[in-house]
């Protein structure tokens, strides 16, 4: 998650990382993964297209705990 949580974030993957902050680091990038799935070109995306995710995951709707 280093790569995803680096792009996301500016300053970069090495500062500590809160829990509410790395939770919507990933509704974001999990969003984004629904929202264009076609994005293959870097790792853990690489890794998800080949075990069929991404294409799982499309067009999807990412709910938090609290909407659930």
């Known amino acids: 998650m ?6 996301y ?3 970069g ?3 500590r990382l809160y829990r509410s902050i790395f939770e919507l680091i990933v509704f974001q990038w ?3 993964l629904a929202i264009n799935p076609g994005n293959e070109t ?3 995306e690489r890794t998800l ?4 995710f991404s ?3 499309k067009d999807a ?3 938090t705990e609290e909407n659930i």
């Open 2 to 7: 280093n790569n995803v949580v680096g792009r």
């Open 55 to 57: 294409g799982s995951i």
């Open 13 to 15: 993957s090495e500062q």
């Open 30 to 32: 999990l969003n984004d």
């Open 49 to 52: 297209a080949l075990a069929s």
């Open 42 to 44: 870097e790792e853990p």
């Open 61 to 63: 709707t990412i709910l």
């Open 9 to 11: 974030l500016k300053g």
